[in-house]
Nanobody, 124 residues
Framework: QVQLVESGGGLVQAGGSLRLSCAASGRTFSSYAMGWFRQAPGKEREFVATISWSGGSTDYADSVKGRFTISRDNAQNLVYLQMNRLKPDDTAVYYC?????????????????WGQGTQVTVSA
């Protein structure tokens, strides 16, 4: 069992930055791929970014490529999402997810554990 707790959300003006963190429990964290997803009001949950077990491979949604960076610290059981040049369209609840498989995936259904989410609001 893996428990995930997100933090770092908040209100920011367009063009600003935020860094989300996801703290994971469990001794096998370093063997899991991790992902960030988001869900805006009235919309389906969508893929944002994913990182492999080692951090050596990453993938991003086209809408955030070049603005967001996913990273991880396996010694601390942490995953980060650095978000720069934020836009109002980035407003959503952001969820951290863990996949017991080690390789990146943007498929929502592949992830086994989910956090409760953290709200990110970007004002125009």
């Amino acid at each position: 069992q893996v428990q995930l707790v997100e933090s770092g959300g908040g209100l920011v003006q367009a063009g600003g930055s935020l860094r989300l963190s996801c703290a994971a429990s469990g001794r096998t964290f370093s063997s899991y791929a991790m992902g960030w997803f988001r869900q805006a009001p009235g919309k389906e949950r969508e893929f944002v970014a994913t990182i492999s077990w080692s951090g050596g491979s990453t993938d991003y949604a086209d809408s955030v490529k070049g603005r967001f960076t996913i990273s991880r610290d396996n010694a601390q059981n942490l995953v980060y999402l650095q978000m720069n040049r934020l836009k109002p369209d980035d407003t959503a609840v952001y969820y951290c997810a863990a996949d017991r498989n080690p390789y990146t995936t943007n498929d929502y259904n592949e992830y086994d554990w989910w956090g409760q989410g953290t709200q990110v609001t970007v004002s125009a």
